[in-house]
């Protein structure tokens, strides 16, 4: 079992949908959690952090957590072509230095 | 303001040659992680520096080692390459060693290696 699990997709959704991007980690004592976002050929952009459960609301990005289940997702309303890139998961915990990735999810906005 | 810088931006190397990668984090950032990208999968963690101290390392070979300057700079390298090093090797900096509320890792914009 990976550490970090995401579908690779493609998830595709035409313009102005919600996309809904998952997230499933196993270390238990995992406690903050990254979203990034992706362009082809270009390097990991910030988009989102969170570190309690619930909702955390950042423009048209949503992330939610539930650290009972585990799973971390983000939400993006009102999809633009320009969102179409690779979304990629991070997990840390406080006793590890690192950051660990999920493999991400290609997101295709259909205009 | 000055966001990460990584030089250089591509290299193209021979089986068995060194290379070395740098990395200037965020001004005010201590902390400079190295990660290596391959196609289609997330960023493998290699290296932490923290106030030029290593502070954490991933699951890679001797051949990669790293250090960390006064001035919070950053050098990666890698010996005797092999054609499993072409990647995107990755700079993150951070405020802090621990990635506790508030402190979020940000991405140069890379090194982009191939091996021949």
């Known amino acids: 079992q990976k550490e970090v699990e995401q579908n690779s997709g493609p998830l595709s959704v035409p313009e102005g949908a919600i996309a809904s991007l998952n997230c499933t980690y196993s270390?238990?004592?995992?406690?903050?959690f990254f979203w990034y976002r992706q362009y082809s050929g270009k390097s990991p952009e910030l988009i989102m952090s969170?570190?309690?459960?619930g909702d955390k609301e950042d423009g048209r990005f949503t992330a939610q957590l539930n650290k009972a289940s585990q799973y971390v997702s983000l939400l993006i309303r009102d999809s633009q072509p320009s969102d179409s890139a690779t979304y990629l998961c991070?997990?840390?915990?406080?006793?590890?230095?690192?950051?660990?990735f999920g493999s991400g999810t290609r997101l295709q906005v259909q205009p | 303001d000055a966001g990460v810088t990584q030089s250089p931006t591509h290299l193209i190397k021979t089986r068995g040659q060194h290379v070395t990668l740098r990395c200037s984090p965020i001004?005010?950032?201590?902390?400079v992680s190295w990660y290596q990208q391959v196609l289609g999968q997330g960023p493998q963690f290699i290296f932490q520096?923290?106030?030029?101290?290593?502070?954490g390392r991933g699951n890679f070979p001797d051949r990669f080692s790293a250090r960390q300057f006064p001035n919070y700079s950053s050098e990666l390298n890698v010996n005797a390459l092999l054609l499993g090093d072409s990647a995107l090797y990755l700079c993150?900096?951070?405020?802090?060693?621990?990635?506790?509320?508030?402190?979020?890792?940000?991405f140069g914009q890379g090194t982009r290696l191939t091996v021949v």
């Open positions: 969170i570190y309690s459960n």
């Open positions: 520096y923290y106030e030029k101290e290593e502070r």
């Open positions: 270390d238990r004592g995992s406690q903050s």
């Open positions: 991070a997990v840390n915990n406080e006793g590890r230095r690192a950051l660990t």
């Open positions: 993150a900096s951070s405020l802090g060693v621990s990635f506790v509320l508030g402190t979020e890792a940000f």
């Open positions: 001004s005010g950032h201590k902390s």
